[in-house]
């Protein structure tokens, strides 16, 4: 196994510089215009010297974010054009991978609900990748960060937001022969433009699955909370585990609430037992995001709870697809909302109902299982087809 998983990440490094050989080769030409198409946006490759200018050599008064990846900072471009610049914090082979990963996935993608790849620079051990500057920053920021309390966010806004990420997502999924698995939908990855207009951002993780395969088993990458059991047990990445991701996503998305909550210094509760309950109950007015201080659509509240918590089933079979999703968001059409509200998962058994030290055993349990898999290091990739 441990010789299978090295000589697969060996053969993904070597496709990765393929790839990028075939970018540099095939893709633009210096001044951004893809070849044969007078006046399309692209991406190019950027100088090291440009985006030191850009960013006012990496200042931290420009830092926009941190994370495990490194820092992304806000820049100015010559003509005047505003960029954000995502900048690896130490290179190595991994590293290497997720940076050659987002910008395959990027260069092959374009849908204005997809964050948009500008270019990126490999000079020596530099590996920074451009993107179009977001104003309005993340969903996180919004529902649990500096502009929480502001409430940027109306009803409307919201459901904007929940429709179009859940069409950028269809398009990985959907749009080519290979479908492109994102493997870390969260909303620290939904970034907001200046119409408040959704990008779905951070391809670092994406995974390309030929056409006929169900799911490619791989190593477990992403964020608590998110992570669907089979993918967080077994490794196994499908378009499904962007689904319950997704679920997860619109839960917050309406009730102001994060993916799990610490109740207290032992007891945390995910986002699910917390609202499964409620939407039993019928008590959809309870769970509504505070900061909209009652002003929302309820109609809209519960389909997107109910949209939510159906993604965020624990067996993959039982997930809708993100094009069902996207209908379901929108109210269409009203046979497949029916049977929505009608399903068996919303049906009051109070036999399955656990108490929250039930809740914190099982997260714990959780926890410890998915930290042991990280322990094992990468499992061996494979991909497996409907046979």
């Given at each position: ?89 130490v290179w190595s082979n ?80 959907h749009h080519d022969t ?22 779905v951002s951070d391809f ?184």
């Open positions: 196994m441990e010789e299978g998983s090295r000589y697969r990440e060996q053969e993904e490094r070597r496709r990765r510089r393929m790839a990028f050989r075939s970018l540099l080769c095939c893709g633009t030409s210096r001044d951004g215009k893809e070849p044969g198409k007078k006046g399309s946006p692209a991406w190019r490759v950027f100088s090291l010297q440009e985006l030191y200018i850009a960013t006012n050599k990496f200042n931290y008064d420009n830092k926009l974010g941190e994370g495990g990846f490194g820092s992304v900072y806000r820049g100015r471009l010559y003509d005047g054009t505003q960029i954000a610049v995502k900048r690896l914090k991994r590293a290497e991978m997720e940076f050659a990963a987002e910008v395959e996935v990027l260069a092959k993608v374009r849908h204005k609900n997809l964050l948009n790849l500008r270019g990126y620079c490999t000079e020596g051990k530099e590996r920074l990748i451009v993107y179009d500057y977001m104003p309005n920053l993340s969903l996180v920021s919004h529902l649990h960060g500096q502009h929480s309390q502001a409430c940027a966010l109306d009803w409307k806004r919201r459901m904007n937001i929940a429709i179009g990420s859940a069409e950028g997502i269809a398009y990985l999924h290979q479908h492109i698995i994102h493997r870390d939908i969260k909303a620290s990855n939904v970034l907001l433009d200046s119409k408040f207009q959704a990008r670092g993780f994406a995974r390309l699955i030929p056409d006929g395969a169900t799911h490619v088993t791989t190593r477990v990458k992403g964020t608590l909370g998110y992570l669907a059991p089979e993918y967080a047990m077994l490794g196994k990445a499908s378009e499904s585990c962007d689904v319950y991701s997704f679920g997860i996503l619109l839960l917050e998305l309406a009730s102001g609430k994060k993916a799990i909550e610490k109740l207290n210094l032992t007891v945390k509760q995910r986002i699910v037992d917390w609202a499964l309950p409620l939407a039993r109950q019928k008590r959809f007015k309870e769970m509504a995001d505070p900061n909209l201080k009652g002003n929302f659509v309820e109609s809209d509240l519960r389909r997107m709870v109910l949209v939510g918590l159906i993604c965020a089933q624990s067996k993959p079979e039982n997930r809708p697809t993100i094009l069902d999703v996207i209908d379901l968001l929108k109210g269409e059409p009203k046979g497949k909302l029916f049977d929505l509200e009608n399903n068996e998962l919303f049906r009051v058994n109070f036999g399955h109902i656990l108490s929250s030290s039930q809740h914190s055993a099982d997260d714990i349990e959780e926890d410890s299982q998915i930290n042991r898999i990280k322990e094992l290091g990468p499992l061996n990739e494979t991909v497996t087809g409907n046979t």
